[in-house]
């Protein structure tokens, strides 16, 4: 499949929407929505055995979640993925990292947006004030052990699938 046409159809600062003509293999046009958003960084916090989580209002779902420190940079800016990552963590929680170690990559919805994100491990955590964007006045951070974090997941109170998804990666790369 082939783009034969593009229009943005809307932009914020941190999306744009657009509506490409398409023509697939067997010859025939199409349309195809796609949101795009900037590349993003997901941090797992891990103190020993502690996960650090925050709990934030989720608009389009209307329910506060738990979830892992993630998020891009403002006015759909690319940033490298180590220097987002750290800012993410700082912003988030106000922890500093003394190391960040990819632990690999995501794609977020690939039927419906071009972002991807990149996922790491911080650990030699030293605590900080959080440097919060107004969006998250109302987020709160805490820790979690791991059979708490995965009972959370099991009922429901962990929902975010890059927080799930992040967590499998963290497993696979401690064998």
């Known amino acids: 499949m082939h783009r034969t046409s593009t229009r ?3 932009a914020n600062p941190w999306m744009t929407v657009r509506e490409d003509g398409v023509r697939r293999p067997d010859g025939s046009d199409g349309i195809y929505g796609v949101v795009d958003k900037p590349d993003y960084a997901l941090v797992i916090p891990l103190d020993g055995d502690r996960l650090h989580l925050v709990e934030q209002f989720r608009y389009p779902l209307g329910l506060r ?3 892992f420190p993630q998020g891009t940079a ?3 800016a690319e940033v490298d993925g180590p220097e987002l990552a750290a800012r993410e963590l700082r ?5 500093r990292a003394e190391r960040l170690t990819v632990l690999g990559s995501l794609a977020v919805a690939p039927g419906l947006s071009s972002q991807r994100g990149r996922v790491f491990l911080a650990t030699g955590l030293t605590p900080g004030e959080h440097e919060r964007e107004a969006e998250e006045q109302d987020m709160r951070a805490g820790r979690f052990g791991r059979a708490e974090f995965e009972r959370m997941i099991r009922g429901g109170e962990i929902t975010d699938a890059q927080t799930i998804a992040a967590y499998q990666l963290l497993r696979l790369h401690e064998g």
């Open 8 to 10: 943005e159809v809307y």
């Open 65 to 67: 979640r738990w979830e």
């Open 74 to 76: 403002p006015d759909r």
């Open 91 to 95: 912003e988030e929680t106000g922890l």
